[in-house]
């Protein structure tokens, strides 16, 4: 059964990350002052996205849930456990000294590493670990970076093993400092949430007959002081759980933006962004139903972009928040499929009617014959199937001609037009019309 308290992650009952990090503040306060020892085992499980691919994220939840039992039952009752990220976990063990929390950190890869059956197949996990014991003065951020910096050496030899703090090669201070900005980046979406820095920019998907076939929404976030890049925020946003909040915010603003595409006579439909924390939340459905209400759109002039792995979770919130949406009457795409471990079998079983190719397939475009004959073969099938075929990221006049001879649908890229702020891309698709006209 799943922690619904909210300072747990759901999955394993273990702290969340906040919750975690104060917890982890409180207990290096009380090392500080009775001048005990305190350790930190950072560990992350090895090869866990080829487990998610392998058995979906609903087998992945299970190996999840059941490793975290392997944890709390090879680690001593006053250890605090933390899920730091999908993956990763950090448990804090009080009055354990480098020999004992090594000793510790042995018997939890023993016990870590027995077999388990999924599916009914047996798989054998394992975690890589990093160690280290709290020095004298020190704040509970550095000595979770060097754990994690433990950790990440373990990792890069193999796995399977545990690194002590101080046994990896030196970084310098970059780990340090990217460990850091990560937290600042963490700080700078909660208050971009709260003073409104957050904004929409829309990018057109032209049908290769001129015609648009809609706009994509892309979250920005821009500072006072600074421009956060997506490819900065949007993976600390995923890791910490904060991409939630965030795609309800897009959901609402992108649900408005088609109403008033709509009022201006320029009716198009939006392409709104997905993540897996928004459909495996249970506020997903009641948050798009709000937002069709709120901005009085038609379901028909919303579309919901998803990744294939997504389409694929079999988990009992996923597909009901599925259902939802195709209940509601609202679109979806499978998104940047060509990239990873996208499967063509899967695609006859998918309620999706767009299909999206990634732009690695479009980049190598015309030179590449190979890449080209990919391409021609998924426009061809996609059509088989009733989905619209769009090829991603077209920034020449070559790449467009080629994919308009490998008889895509639509394209979308620099070719044809940058990502832009509401009012600008509302003025280009009111010029696109009026020459129409």
């Not at 073969?377 to 996609?382: E, K, P, V």
């Amino acid at each position: 059964m799943h922690d619904l308290r909210p300072d747990r992650d759901p999955i394993t009952g273990f702290l969340s990350r906040s919750a975690g990090l104060h917890a982890a503040m409180q207990v290096v306060a009380e090392a500080e002052a009775s001048g005990s020892s305190l350790a930190a085992l950072w560990l992350d499980i090895d090869r866990f996205r080829q487990i998610n691919e392998s058995f979906g994220h609903a087998g992945g939840d299970s190996v999840i849930t059941q490793l975290a039992a392997r944890l709390r039952r090879a680690l001593r009752g006053d250890s605090i456990l933390l899920r730091m990220g999908s993956d990763e976990f950090v448990a804090l063990v009080p009055s354990a000294t480098l020999q004992l929390a090594t000793e510790i950190g042995a018997a939890v890869l023993a016990e870590i590493e027995r077999p388990l059956v999924i599916d009914n197949l047996m798989m054998r996990p394992s975690v890589s670990m990093g160690i280290a014991v709290h020095e004298s003065g020190e704040d509970p951020l550095s000595l979770f970076e060097r754990a994690d910096r433990a950790m990440m050496e373990a990792k890069r030899r193999g796995g399977k093993r545990l690194i002590v703090s101080g046994d990896q090669p030196l970084s310098g201070r970059l780990g340090v400092q990217l460990a850091r900005e990560e937290l600042i980046v963490e700080a700078d979406l909660h208050r971009a949430l709260e003073s409104g820095c957050l904004a929409l920019e829309y990018q057109p998907l032209v049908r290769v007959d001129g015609r648009i076939e809609a706009v994509e929404a892309l979250m920005r976030c821009e500072l006072p002081e600074r421009r956060l890049l997506p490819g900065k925020f949007i993976p600390v946003a995923e890791k910490t759980g904060i991409i939630v909040r965030l795609g309800e915010w897009c959901l609402l603003q992108g649900a408005l933006f088609a109403a008033r595409l709509r009022d201006e006579g320029v009716a198009t439909k939006v392409a709104i962004n997905v993540s897996r924390a928004q459909l495996t939340s249970r506020s997903f459905a009641p948050a798009l139903q709000a937002a069709l209400i709120c901005a009085n759109v038609a379901p028909a002039l919303i579309e919901l972009e998803f990744t294939e792995s997504l389409f694929l979770d079999l988990s009992e919130t996923v597909q009901a928040n599925m259902r939802s949406v195709r209940a509601a009457g609202v679109g979806m795409a499978i998104d940047d499929f060509g990239y990873g471990y996208s499967c063509l079998a899967n695609l006859k079983d998918l309620p999706a009617t767009k299909l999206k190719l990634d732009r690695s397939l479009i980049r190598v475009l015309p030179d590449d014959r190979r890449a080209y004959a990919v391409v021609k073969a998924m426009a061809m099938l996609g059509r088989e199937l009733g989905m619209t075929v769009v090829a991603e990221g077209v920034e020449t006049a070559a790449q467009q001609a080629a994919v308009e001879g490998a008889a895509v649908d639509a394209v979308q890229g620099f070719f044809h037009a940058h990502p832009m702020p509401d009012e600008a891309v509302l003025a280009w698709l009111k010029e696109r019309k009026t020459h129409e006209l």
